[in-house]
């Protein structure tokens, strides 16, 4: 077992992360904590296998954190600022998790961790099967430390505008900053598709096509000539 450590400045990330470790049968969670300096104390006690490490935190940026717990174990960076992934991979990080973590990402960094760890090769200590990835997302509210629970299974389709999307769910609509692009790349594909330069949408929830326009209850939704192949192909699969 993996025993692993969560630092972030935000109950929530801590939240997610606990969650996706609870569903990996090789990885185990020894804490999760918003003070920098008691998980450095965990792990120069020993008690750490890997940390998955916020950077912007105060009192002790993860890149400081870092230079102070040395090789005593492996470090997986957690944030929303890119930047700082060059930096991160001169310290000999395991991984660098741009924010908000998708579950398959995430996962990908345990697999790379248990590579790394385990005396044996990964595939000889890996479950018969991967776990299956969680059926919802978590996306940023209208503020600093909100962030919202949303199903797949309820998203009818997404828009977007620059650097926001638009989340139409049944009755409800969230807007989140964040592009369409960074959002797509998260999403399970299918039922996910993106049909226009401003639309993804659950081939789950279409009810009619017709040309190069889809219908999404009393919303048409317009279907570009780049994605029109791709969604006709699903479409004759299902």
Same mark, same amino acid.
């Given at each position: 077992m993996i025993r692993c450590l969560v630092v972030d400045d935000e109950? *929530?990330?801590?939240a997610i992360l606990a969650d996706y470790i609870s569903q990996v049968p090789y990885l185990?969670? /020894?804490? +999760? +904590?918003?003070? *920098?300096?008691?998980?450095?104390?965990l792990v120069q006690q020993g008690s750490v296998? /890997?940390?998955?490490?916020?950077?912007?935190?105060?009192?002790?940026?993860?890149?400081?954190?870092?230079?102070?717990?040395?090789?005593?174990?492996? !470090? /997986?960076? +957690? +944030?929303?600022y890119p930047e700082y992934a060059l930096e991160g991979y001169e310290n000999d990080v395991v991984d660098y998790l741009l924010k908000p973590i998708a579950f398959e990402r995430?996962?990908?960094?345990?697999?790379?961790a248990l590579g790394l760890l385990s005396p044996a090769p990964a595939a000889a200590v890996l479950p018969p099967s991967v *776990?299956? =990835? =969680?059926?919802?997302?978590?996306?940023?509210?209208?503020t600093k430390h909100k962030y919202v629970r949303v199903s797949y299974a309820d998203i009818l389709y997404i828009e977007g505008?620059?650097?926001? !999307?638009?989340?139409?769910? *049944?009755?409800?609509?969230?807007?989140?900053?964040?592009?369409?692009?960074?959002?797509a790349d998260t999403l399970p594909q299918p039922p996910f598709l993106r049909v226009h330069k401003s639309y993804i949408v659950?081939?789950?929830?279409?009810?009619? /096509?017709d040309g190069n326009t889809l219908y999404i209850g009393d919303k048409q939704v317009p279907i570009s000539e780049?994605?029109?192949?791709?969604?006709?192909?699903?479409?004759?699969?299902r």
């Open positions: 109950a *929530p990330a801590l185990t969670l /020894v804490g +999760t +904590t918003t003070n *920098p300096i008691e998980a450095l104390t296998d /890997v940390v998955f490490l916020d950077i912007q935190m105060p009192k002790l940026t993860g890149l400081q954190f870092l230079k102070l717990s040395g090789t005593k174990c492996k !470090v /997986v960076l +957690t +944030t929303a995430f996962l990908k960094a345990a697999q790379k *776990p299956a =990835p =969680p059926a919802y997302l978590f996306i940023k509210g209208d505008l620059s650097n926001y !999307v638009s989340l139409y769910l *049944p009755g409800q609509r969230l807007i989140t900053y964040q592009t369409l692009k960074e959002l659950s081939l789950d929830k279409i009810q009619l /096509v780049t994605y029109r192949e791709q969604l006709y192909r699903l479409i004759r699969e």
